[in-house]
């Protein structure tokens, strides 16, 4: 459908926005950034500013902290594919802003909800929550706690035996 694709590249430019943009709009002037503010939420209103960049829009309202951790909160226990992956996103965006200049501080129940879908391999959204979890423990390993590593681990031997008792049982049928 046409209108599917200007809604994905609305959402793609939204995405954009918040990590090039916004960020440097910390320090901008009250007016700018209730311009900036107004126009955000007409496009969250429409549908058109995803999840993945909400925690980015505290850079110019940190008020907001509570209801974006909320927003991305409830995305991460949705049974929407698309909307789990996009609060898994926020999620890791979030945690890398955080400690920048107008940034609030990252809520850790974001962190521990991502580990509970991991470990209890709740679907939808399992893979872009794995992908989440893989980059955090690249690029970010600080952000996990020791519990977090053990969690991990459980993970991957859950989902290792699962595997593999998934090609075993389809080879033996």
């Known amino acids: 459908m046409p209108g599917d694709n200007v809604r994905r590249q609305f959402l793609q430019l939204a995405d954009l926005f918040a990590v090039a943009l916004l960020p440097r709009l910390a320090s901008a002037d009250a007016e700018t950034k209730g311009t900036v503010k107004r126009v955000l939420n007409?496009?969250?209103a429409e549908n058109l500013f995803p999840l993945s960049a909400l925690p980015a829009k505290l850079f110019i309202a940190p008020e907001e902290a509570?209801?974006?951790f909320s927003k991305v909160l409830n995305g991460l226990r949705s049974i929407d594919a698309e909307m789990v992956?996009?609060?898994a996103h926020g999620?890791?965006?979030w945690l890398f802003f955080a400690g920048r200049s107008g940034l609030a501080e990252f809520p850790e129940r974001l962190l521990d909800?991502?580990?509970n879908i991991a470990v209890l391999r709740r679907q939808p959204g399992l893979l872009s929550v794995i992908k989440t979890l893989a980059?955090?423990?690249e690029?970010?390993?600080?952000?996990f706690s020791e519990t977090h590593f053990v969690n991990l681990m459980v993970t991957l031997e859950f989902l290792k035996t699962e595997a593999f008792s998934s090609s075993f049982n389809s080879q033996n049928e």
């Open 91 to 93: 999620t890791r965006k």
């Open 85 to 87: 992956g996009d609060a």
């Open 42 to 44: 007409e496009m969250e």
């Open 113 to 115: 909800e991502l580990m």
């Open 66 to 68: 509570d209801e974006t």
């Open 139 to 143: 690029t970010l390993p600080e952000a």
């Open 135 to 137: 980059w955090i423990t």
